[in-house]
C-alpha cells in the first residue's frame, strides 16, 4: 500500500509540474508587455534591400517592411516612430527572433512549414506574394529553361538554395552553385562575371538590379519557380502580440478596400455612415478592445502610415525607383489575390 500511495503521489506531482510547465510555456511569451514596457517595437530588417527596408543617406529606416513595423507602433503607442530596427541577414534573421533579441521579423521572409511549425514561429499574414526567378545580363538568355551548365550565384540560408536545386533537377539541367552569406555578395560576384546569374525572390532581384552599374543591361526573367509569400513573423506563445501584428496588416488592407487612405480618412471619419468603416475606424464596437488596444488603433495606422495601396506605392510602385506593378498584389477585387479578413 505505502508503494502505491508513493506512486500515485509521484504520479500527482509530475502531472502537477507538467500543468505547470505548459501554463508558463502557454504564457512564455511575454513579447507584449515586454514592448510596452521599453516603450518601443524592436523590428528586424533586412540589412539593405531597396523597397522593402533600406536606410537611406540620413540613416532613416524606409520600404514596404519598414512600414508594417511602424503600422505595429502606430497602433500600440499612437506613434508610428516608436521602432527601432535591427539589420539582419537572412542566416541570422531567424535566430534573432527565436531568441527574443527582436520582438518582430519584418524582413521578406517566406512563409513555410518548417518554419511555421518545427521553428516555431506564427506568420502573421502575407505582405507580399512573390516568387523566385533570375537575373541574367540581357540577350543572354529568354528563359531559365536556357540555363543548363550556368553557375548561379545564390543567398545561403534562404527557400532560394532548395527551390533553385529541385528547378534544375526537375528539368534535368546542371548547374553550378556559387554561395554568399549576404545578397549584396552574390549581386557583386554577379556583377565582376563570377557566375552568369542571380536567383532569389523576383521582388528582390528588382530591388538589387537598380544596384548595377549599368541596370538597362540586367533583365529579370519571366520565369517564376516558385511560390513565396513574405509575411511579418513573431514567436509562438504570445497570441496577443500575435494578433496585433496581424491585425496591424490587415487593417492597411482593408482600408485599400474600403478607400480609406492618410489623406482622406479624417473626412471619412467626420461624416461616414458606412458600418464596417465606421467598425475599422473605431467609431462603433469594441474592436480596438478586442485586441487590447485604443479603438482608434487602426484609424493611427492609416493616418500615419497609409493603406496597403500607399506603402507598395511609394515603397515598389509608381513612386519609387522600382516601378513595380502591383500584380498578383493587387486586391481580390481589382485582379488580384491580396485579402484581409473583415473587422467584425
Known sequence: MRHQFLL?????????????????????????????????VQCGVNQGLPGFSNADNKGVWRGLDVDVCRAVAAALFGDAAKVKYTPLSAKERLTALQSGEIDMLSRNTT???????????????????????????????????????AAVCVHTGTTSELNMADYFRKH????????FEKADE????????????????????YAQRIKLKDPEQHVVLG???????????????????????????????????MNISSDNVD???????????????GLEGDKGKDLGL???WAYRIIKQVGNYSEIFERNLGSGSPLKM??????LWNQGGILYAPPVR
Open 294 to 296: 485604443d479603438n482608434d
Open 8 to 40: 500515485g503521489l509521484f504520479l500527482n506531482l509530475a502531472l502537477f509540474l507538467n500543468l505547470a510547465l505548459a501554463a508558463n510555456g502557454a504564457h512564455a511569451g511575454a513579447t507584449l508587455d515586454a514592448v510596452r514596457a521599453k516603450g518601443f
Open 186 to 205: 552574390a549581386l557583386h560576384a554577379y556583377a565582376a562575371g563570377r557566375c552568369d546569374v542571380v536567383t532569389t525572390d523576383r521582388s528582390q532581384l
Open 172 to 179: 534535368d539541367m546542371k548547374y553550378t552553385p556559387v554561395v
Open 267 to 281: 473626412t471619412i471619419k467626420a461624416k461616414t455612415e458606412d458600418p464596417g468603416v465606421r467598425r475599422l475606424l
Open 223 to 257: 520565369d517564376v519557380i516558385s511560390k513565396e509569400p513574405l509575411a511579418p513573423v513573431v514567436r509562438h506563445g504570445d497570441d496577443e502580440w500575435f494578433d496585433i501584428v496581424k491585425w496591424s496588416l490587415f487593417a492597411m488592407i482593408n482600408a485599400e478596400e
Open 325 to 330: 506593378e502591383r500584380g498578383i498584389n493587387a
Open 111 to 149: 512563409w513555410t512549414l518548417t518554419r511555421d511549425a518545427a521553428l516555431g514561429l506564427n506568420f502573421a499574414g502575407v505582405v507580399y506574394y512573390d516568387g523566385q526567378g533570375f537575373l541574367v545580363r540581357k540577350g543572354m538568355v529568354k528563359s531559365a529553361r536556357e540555363l543548363d551548365g
